[in-house]
Nanobody, 117 residues
Framework: QVQLVESGGGLVQPGGSLRLSCAAS????????MGWYRQSPGKERVLIAR???????NYADSVKGRFTISRDNAKNTVYLQMNKLKPEDTAVYYC???????????WGQGTQVTVSS
């Protein structure tokens, strides 16, 4: 099973930026569409950014214009550039396939992002 490791989270002030990384243990980007999810306390995990077949991207309205998903196929790594962060962006961030494929790719531990002054 492919393992995912997210990193890059931390504490940032409102208006600040962070860049998250997600490294996969195998070359899966050619066979699955990858995305970033987040889960806030007491809420379900939701998809916020994704690649589509062909390489186009989609974003949830809540992050559109502020977040950018990118990838480096050679490094088996997906990134999430987050700008103009807001307190409501506070969550644990995960990457995974879209839709998730539990039989093929394990969820990582996620990376905590806290936006607070």
């Amino acid at each position: 099973q492919v393992q995912l490791v997210e990193s890059g989270g931390g504490l940032v002030q409102p208006g600040g930026s962070l860049r998250l990384s997600c490294a996969a243990s195998g070359s899966i980007f050619s066979i699955v569409d990858m995305g970033w999810y987040r889960q806030s306390p007491g809420k379900e995990r939701v998809l916020i950014a994704r690649f589509n077949s062909g390489g186009s991207t989609n974003y949830a309205d809540s992050v559109k214009g502020r977040f950018t998903i990118s990838r480096d196929n050679a490094k088996n790594t997906v990134y999430l550039q987050m700008n103009k962060l807001k307190p409501e962006d506070t969550a644990v961030y995960y990457c995974n396939a879209v839709p998730p494929m539990d039989h093929l790719i394990s969820w990582g531990q996620g990376t905590q992002v806290t936006v607070s002054s």
